[in-house]
């Protein structure tokens, strides 16, 4: 199969030898006023205009969203961000504020005790959920330093505290708590909140409550991706009634809780194979191989892991919702300015080469010709570049 480039190349040459021959045995016009109107068409009939119409346009679309704080790794991602039809979130750091507080707690040991063993093994790890762990222990106590750190993904840390075994985990990661234990677990999970459940040496010894604050945008974001027919959708590890309290205010109707990174995975997965094309946000280590499976992928960057940043396509360089939205209007403008410029560089050239064949053009005016029609590309294209409105959603 002959290279785009080349074909283009076979289609000049032998659109140049056939209004050469048309033009001197059609039109019965002298053989070198016929030469000269096909040379003309080897001239109008270069794609320059209809290969710069896609790269131009591109350029211009990420130099937009990098003056704005988006930064796009390659044109194909900009590419397929307009054309998304579910966009997939992740709860915890994306659709809320990352400001998980200590709202409720049960133990039943000394507190001081419950505190540094759940503090100090919490105390490494890079999860929001620790971090809120660790700041209120820190208030409680003075922490230790964990020995034997064991990330469980998706689950909890297992460490080493004290000479004693701890492991600090979702609630569900535990059977059997005392009936006591149990009835405060269940009162924290009816008030929505994301329950931590702490063993010593394989003893279960209580449940810390944490609850987190919606951001003041995600309501408006995922209401506008509504509006761009993209569907909002919510993948979450916490429990469902946290997942439920978040998905109900903020209006996302289609959640799934209670999901291990591979859960996510397999949730993404199966939206492709239903023809979909989705777009994962995210911004902890545990959404890093959702953001990979994804057709695109968006990361939060301010407060976001390395991992997520690594991966991503796109980086938000603020945990703004909005450009989300925004993000998705630059891709389609980018989109509809790829097939204005396509179409325009077509009708040129049929244009071009019909002058050509009629004599209304000579090689000289069509030479010049055919630079205007690449300029005029071009420009098109830096309409989007000099478009300096925010992102409103």
Not at 208 to 237: E, I
Not at 295 to 305: D, E, N, P, V, Y
Request: net charge neutral; aromatic share 6%; hydrophobic share 45%.
């Amino acid at each position: 199969v002959a290279k785009p480039n080349q074909a283009i190349k076979n289609t000049a040459i032998t659109l140049s030898i056939a209004v050469f021959l048309i033009a001197w045995f059609g039109l019965a016009t002298p053989w070198q006023v016929a030469l000269e109107r096909g040379v003309t068409v080897l001239v109008v009939f270069c794609p320059c205009s209809l290969a710069l119409a896609t790269p131009t346009a591109i350029a211009a679309g990420i130099g937009n969203a990098s003056r704005r704080g988006v930064l796009v790794k390659s044109g194909s991602a900009l590419e397929a961000l307009g054309k998304t039809q579910i966009a997939v979130f992740d709860k915890t750091g994306t659709l809320t504020l990352n400001k998980l507080t200590v709202a409720d707690y049960v133990t039943e040991i000394d507190e001081a005790f419950f505190f540094n063993y759940l503090g100090t093994a919490e105390k490494l790890s890079e999860h929001p959920i620790s971090k809120a762990i660790v700041d209120f222990c820190e208030q409680k106590t003075k922490l230790g330093e964990p020995i034997n750190l064991t990330s469980m993904v998706g689950v909890g840390v297992k460490a080493t505290v004290f000479g004693k075994t701890v492991v600090a985990a979702k609630a569900d990661y535990f059977s059997n708590p005392s009936p006591s234990l149990k009835q405060k677990k269940e009162e924290m999970l009816n008030n929505g909140l994301t329950v931590i459940g702490v063993s010593v040496d394989e003893k279960l010894v209580g449940f810390l409550g944490l609850s987190d604050v919606v951001k003041p945008d995600a309501q408006t974001a995922v209401s506008r991706l509504n509006d761009l027919s993209v569907q909002s959708v919510m993948l979450t590890g916490d429990n469902r009634a946290s997942a439920k309290a978040v998905a109900v205010e903020i209006g996302i109707s289609q959640y799934k809780h209670d999901l291990m990174p591979a859960d996510k995975v397999a949730a993404i997965e199966e939206l492709k194979q239903e023809g979909k094309n989705v777009c994962m946000i995210g911004d902890g280590v545990n959404d890093a191989p959702s953001l990979t499976t994804a057709t695109t992928s968006i990361a939060m960057g301010a407060l976001g892991s390395d991992a997520a940043l690594e991966v991503a396509d796109i980086v938000l360089m603020n945990d703004d919702l909005i450009k989300v939205v925004g993000m998705v209007k630059l891709s389609r403008r980018v989109l509809r300015t790829i097939k204005t410029n396509i179409i325009l560089g077509m009708v040129f050239n049929i244009g071009a080469v019909v002058l050509s064949l009629l004599g209304y053009i000579n090689p000289v005016l069509g030479a010049l010709l055919h630079n205007v029609s690449s300029v005029f590309v071009v420009g098109n294209s830096a309409l989007i570049l000099s478009d300096k409105r925010p992102f409103k959603g």
